[in-house]
């Protein structure tokens, strides 16, 4: 059984940072894409950054410059530091598991998902 379990959210004020991870166990992982996904009160899951087996990054546009995927390969953990954070990026925030070396083949498994609260 495939589980992804995410950590580092909370509350944080504008222009701070954080950092979440999301560790992944019951499969192989080097060979498979990773991404995050967040999803704010009313409104859609969307995309927000992915990672895929060659470590090629691609992220939405409004967080490049400020949040950087990376992953660990030998810890099975996929990272998303989060810089300047806005009151926009407010969300819940998912960790996502692709099915194949690159998440436009589909993801996989999902995580349960973690707060992420930027005051103003």
Known sequence: QV???ESGGGLVQA????RLSCTVSGRT???YAMGWFRQAPGKQR???AAIDWISVRDYTDSVKGRFTISRDNAKKTVYLQMNSLKPEDTAVYYCAAGS???LATGVGSWGQGIQVT???
């Open 118 to 120: 930027v005051s103003s």
């Open 100 to 102: 194949g070396p690159r």
């Open 3 to 5: 589980e992804l379990v």
């Open 46 to 48: 969307e995309f927000v």
């Open 15 to 18: 222009g701070d940072s954080l």
């Open 29 to 31: 992982f080097s060979s």
